[in-house]
């Protein structure tokens, strides 16, 4: 039979069955395992599942051939920035990379990153950053977000005893037969939980459970309005439904800007393409992780420090954050500036 009339381009094949393989979790031996925190005697340690640029490379490459493709950089600094290094008080700066990556007939999307110019890995870091948070608004290693960041026992190199067990649902296998984390329903899409939902509501903002990694957000491209067709029916109604309940979890300002940048609309019944839709809950999803972390960070700093952070960054008072960029910001730096949030595993 003549195969002439095949797919042999991304332009001609199923956009959904696309954003389908590349949400395929990674072959386990691919997944790699970070400490974050560690106790008070360093035996225990939080961990966070990861996986390596070129295993993004390598999807990409396989499923849009390297011509499907391209990514592009760009590359900021800020100096005259104090923060704290072993115990010392530097000055320094930061580096900031937006990675913009696009997919031929798939659109683009933007991710950023950032590490301290002191840093002698600063650059690949932040590289790596960028890159990886733009694949993950097209789904490819978003499955690192629903992980748990579980605590376990740490050698004398302060690194796993022994590999963490990867969840059953993470197994590319288990994946392609519908397997899904507890907290997602059997469409994979999130469950509402009400802690999560309510966390800027209430200013506690701890919404339960520690996710794996920090916040996927990017800004850039791809929500002009052309994706990969209209959207209609239950699902609609559904992405509606929950990107209306996220302005509980990044209050109102946040929450209209994010419609307005990403959807160019003032709600979200408004977006007709149902890939902008599903890039707005995204992006507010992000943010929300955001504020939660926001939230946790800011009590275990004084005001003065906080007051002192955002001037040098020129941000504006917490309150008053209204962008995903000035949110990941203000987060790293106070991050940065807490340290290791030194909890035990009970």
């Keep these: 039979m003549s195969n002439e009339h095949a797919p042999t381009t991304p332009e001609e094949r199923d956009p959904k069955k696309l954003f389908e393989e590349l949400e395929v979790p990674f072959p386990p031996d691919h997944v790699r395992w970070r400490v974050t925190n560690t106790s008070n005697d360093k035996k225990r340690g939080q961990i966070v599942a990861y996986a390596d640029p070129r295993a993004y ?81 097209f789904g490819l290693g ?97 992405l509606d439904a929950r990107i209306l309940r996220m302005e509980r979890a990044v209050g109102t300002a946040f929450y209209r800007n994010i419609l307005r940048e990403y959807g160019r609309v003032n709600q979200p019944k408004l977006i007709r393409d149902i890939a902008v839709k599903q890039r707005v809950l995204r992006v507010l999803e992000s943010a929300s992780r955001g504020f939660n972390r926001l939230d946790a960070v800011t009590k275990r700093l004084d005001q003065n420090t906080v007051d002192a952070l955002l001037a040098k960054l020129q941000a504006p008072p917490l309150d008053a954050i209204h962008d995903l960029k000035t949110l990941e910001h203000v987060v790293f730096g106070l991050e940065e500036l807490a340290g290791p949030n030194q909890h035990d595993a009970a």
């Design 142 to 238: 978003r499955y690192f977000y629903d992980f748990q960041a579980p605590w376990v026992d740490l050698d004398q190199h302060r690194q796993p005893m022994k590999t963490p067990t990867l969840p059953a649902w993470a197994i590319p296998e288990n994946w392609r037969k519908g397997m899904r984390p507890p907290e997602k329903n059997g469409n994979g899409t999130s469950a509402p939980t009400g802690a999560r939902s309510q966390g800027r509501a209430n200013g506690n903002g701890q919404g339960g459970t520690t996710r794996a990694t920090p916040n996927g957000g990017s800004n850039g491209h791809g929500a002009n309005g052309h994706g990969t067709g209209p959207a209609n029916g239950a699902d609609s109604a559904d």
């Design 57 to 137: 490379t390598d999807r990409l490459n396989a499923l849009f051939t390297p011509q499907g493709w391209t990514r592009e950089y760009r590359v900021e600094t800020m100096n005259n920035i104090t923060r704290l290094k072993k115990g010392e008080t530097i000055v320094t700066g930061k580096v900031l990379v937006t990675c913009t990556v696009t997919i031929i007939g798939l659109w683009s999307h933007s991710g950023t990153g950032e590490e301290w110019a002191d840093d002698d890995n600063g650059m690949t870091s932040a590289d790596a950053q960028a890159f990886k948070r733009a694949c993950s608004c």
